[in-house]
């Protein structure tokens, strides 16, 4: 059975630092492509960052240089350690991961489409 479990969301100031994790079961592999995405209260959901299984990685123009994705296969966690945050970061923030079958050599721009597992995401609240 597939399953992604996110953690560490909660609540910050501005400029203040959290880090997400999101364990995966055994059934995603090293190849996987893996992604943070986040959704807000009545806006679509973007994609905040992605990894593929070479280490590969894209981020959102927002997230540049404040958001750093991880993952360490050994645990079968991904990361997203999120730095000098700002109340715009406010959002469910949720891992996501696609079959290399479908997302070899596109992890980076391939659509939200392409993932076809999902956690139930975590809450990242950012007041100023």
């Known amino acids: 059975q597939v399953q992604l479990v996110e953690s560490g969301g909660g609540s910050v100031q501005a400029g203040g630092s959290l880090r997400l994790s999101c364990v995966a079961s055994?059934?995603?592999?090293?190849?996987?492509?893996m992604a943070w995405f986040r959704q807000a209260p009545g806006e679509e959901r973007e994609g905040v960052a992605r990894?593929?299984?070479?280490?590969?990685?894209s981020y959102a123009d927002s997230v540049k240089g404040r958001f750093t994705i991880s993952r360490d296969n050994a645990k079968n966690t991904l990361y997203l350690q999120m730095n000098s945050l700002k109340p715009e970061d406010t959002a469910m923030y949720s891992c996501?991961?696609?079959?290399?079958?479908?997302?070899?050599?596109?992890?980076?721009?391939?659509?939200?489409?392409?993932?076809?597992?999902w956690g139930q995401g975590t809450q990242v609240t950012v007041s100023s």
């Open positions: 990894i593929d299984g070479d280490r590969s990685i």
């Open positions: 055994r059934a995603i592999t090293s190849d996987f492509c």
């Open positions: 996501a991961a696609a079959h290399p079958f479908f997302s070899r050599g596109r992890c980076n721009s391939a659509s939200e489409a392409v993932f076809g597992y």
